[in-house]
């Protein structure tokens, strides 16, 4: 009985740290392409910031997914601009490839 708790409460020790070492509760690689071209920390990318993502520099790409037009391309535009993949050829959706 004293080896059925002791596992037990091994289980519960290891539990929360083997849920987030292996099995998720990362971002993702959006956010990471995202965090690596932010260089201010300022949560959005700048013209400046954009050249380290590959073709979103572009003035057309960069004025296509700056759609509120502030000048910043926001994590949620960027997202969009990851997902249609126009880094491949220009404005092509994947499903249409």
Known sequence: MKTYYSLITVILILLPAISVQGFGGGK?????????????????LDRD????VYNLADEEIYERYDKNKNGFITFVEFSEFMQQSPWTKKFVHPSVQ
């Open 28 to 44: 993702g690689y959006v956010s990471g392409f995202f965090w690596g071209a932010d260089l201010d920390r300022n949560e959005r």
């Open 49 to 52: 910031e954009a050249k380290v």
